[in-house]
């Protein structure tokens, strides 16, 4: 079970100088958890939804609240005091994971599940060729495993 039948084609990512608050609106847009930070294809860190949590905790309270949609009149929103970074003014670079944990697609789903387990991370960049093609994700994972019982309870996956 090769990961090039399982791993998802259709990449999120971000380049080093976009800001926290654009890849935290990619993140809620696309339902994803991580995003994998390129130059010219080429994968140079990966930023997850925890690194941005982490990293800032102020200035992601600050992105969720640029987030929420209008509040109802005769309610305000918080006002930046004095010296609080903006999310706008902070780069995915600033807060991204350089060392990045990468397959190919001619890699068994197994390695992944493995990989994923030790590692505790919830996805991984598929790169072919030096540029990123794909990405596994612990859903992904799951899919191909599940598929494996198949046979058993007459469910199919795709």
Do not use: C, Y
Not at 47 to 66: G, I, K, M
Not at 104 to 114: G, L, N
Request: aromatic share 4%; hydrophobic share 40%.
């Amino acid at each position: 079970m090769l990961i090039e039948k399982w791993m998802s084609r259709t990449v999120h990512s971000v380049k080093p100088l976009d800001s926290i608050l654009h890849a935290r609106k990619l993140m809620v847009e696309h339902r994803i958890n991580q995003l994998p930070v390129t130059v010219d294809q080429r994968v140079v860190g990966i930023v997850t939804d925890r690194d941005l949590r982490d990293a800032f905790p102020s200035v992601f309270s600050q992105a969720e609240q640029a987030l929420e949609p209008e509040r109802p009149p005769g309610r305000r929103r918080r006002v930046q005091r004095a010296g609080e970074v903006r999310p706008e003014e902070i780069t995915v670079d600033d807060v991204m994971t350089r060392k990045v944990l990468t397959l190919s697609p001619e890699d068994p789903v197994a390695d992944a599940a493995r990989l994923m387990r030790r590692e505790r991370i919830g996805g991984v960049p598929i790169v072919a060729q030096g540029k990123l093609v794909g990405i596994l994700t612990r859903s992904d994972v799951l899919g191909a495993f599940l598929a494996l019982l198949s046979p058993i309870d007459g469910e199919s996956f795709p």
